[in-house]
């Protein structure tokens, strides 16, 4: 089985400070892992993925988020927040097998101060 | 086209009411998932259906019945509800085998029981 751990339910930041939102998994096989971000009164979207191969991946508007094997952790970062990345942040992991769950962290609120 | 079309958008239905959310996808992906999200929460996951047939059951009540009637389309009826089943109603869909990675999500239906 697997499970997602979000530490911070919410992070207040002031715009164009940097942000990085934690996550930590835990699973007994191997997993894909995703940061999924929801704005309000919306479904979710994929901001980003790691599937295999380079632990640093990028999204196309400035969130990174780096895969830890050792730590077990998926943190999402961004050197400079607009206020438009306020949302709801999940982190979540499926394993390899088709049609699984994905099971998702309890989520982080990420709220922008001008 | 990477949309998950819900139907509608928004519901009320008193306690004795029937009614039906729809989902529906065109991006050949054979897995398709309703998952339920109550305020503040994650989404928890309901239901999983593989190649239209139902593989996982997340123990959901039987007045939550699911259909697939067809590769594109994913269906819950719904019947004589309860007040505490008011929640964001999300469709998900992903592909199978080797390519199966993310899901992606629908705006959702958000259904209130009155």
């Known amino acids: 089985a697997q499970s997602v751990t979000q530490l911070d339910s919410q992070v207040p930041v002031f715009e164009e400070a940097p942000v990085e939102l934690r996550c930590n998994y835990s699973s007994s096989v191997s997993v894909y892992l995703f940061w999924y971000v929801q704005y309000p009164n919306q479904g979710l979207q994929l901001l980003l993925k790691?599937?295999?191969?380079?632990?640093l991946v990028e999204s196309i508007n400035g969130f990174e988020a780096e895969f830890n094997k050792s730590q077990t952790s998926f943190h999402l970062r961004k050197p400079s927040v607009h206020i438009s990345d306020t949302a709801e942040y999940f982190c979540?992991?499926?394993?390899?097998?088709?049609?699984?769950?994905?099971?998702f962290g309890s989520g982080t609120r990420l709220s922008i101060r001008p | 086209d990477t949309e998950v079309t819900q139907t509608p958008k928004h519901l009320v239905m008193g306690m004795t009411n029937k009614k039906s959310l729809k989902c529906e996808q065109h991006m050949g992906h054979r897995a398709m998932y309703w998952y339920k999200q109550k305020a503040k929460k994650p989404p928890e996951l309901m239901f999983v259906?593989?190649?239209?047939?139902?593989?996982i059951n997340e123990s959901v009540p039987s007045r939550f019945s699911p259909e697939c009637p067809n590769s594109s389309l994913l269906n819950l009826h719904l019947h004589a509800l309860q007040p505490e089943d008011s929640a964001l109603y999300l469709c998900?869909?992903?592909?199978?085998?080797?390519?199966?990675?993310?899901?992606?999500f629908g705006q959702g239906t958000r259904l209130t029981v009155v």
């Open positions: 998900a869909s992903s592909a199978m085998g080797a390519a199966n990675t993310e899901a992606f």
């Open positions: 979540a992991v499926r394993n390899y097998s088709s049609a699984s769950k994905i099971i």
């Open positions: 790691y599937l295999s191969g380079s632990t």
């Open positions: 259906y593989s190649y239209e047939k139902l593989s």
